[in-house]
């Protein structure tokens, strides 16, 4: 099994606003986050207050400028890693508890909720299980 390098810049004081509020829609990006792939990712918002599939739901967005249609494996292993060592942590003591993060990235930042058939936009789904992530078909 591959080690994973441990986020580097974390961004609590954006989180910490994010959660105060309850949903961002701004567009402004947030510090950068490096993952394994060794991409460097601005948080774009934290939603908590729109409902996933499964209940509550904890959304943490993400710009990926240089995000292609064909990056889509190491996507998927990026959003593990950043479910595992960031999204994870920054759920705890959440009201109501999220039965669901989702990752989302996205080479535009593009406002919640809106289509924008012309951004490269991937979507992850995980339920944490025994402290840690599991990927579910979103």
Known sequence: MPMRRAISHPVLVLVALAFASGCQDDTAAGPGVEVP???TLSLIDVITNA???KGAAARFRFLAPDLTS???EVAAADMQALCDLFALERTEGMVPE???IIIS???AAV???EAAPDVVQFFESFRVENGVCVWEVF
């Open 105 to 107: 990235f996205a080479n």
């Open 37 to 39: 792939s060794g991409r």
């Open 70 to 72: 064909e990056d889509a």
């Open 111 to 113: 406002p919640f909720g």
């Open 51 to 53: 409902p996933g599939p």
């Open 98 to 100: 999220p039965q669901q």
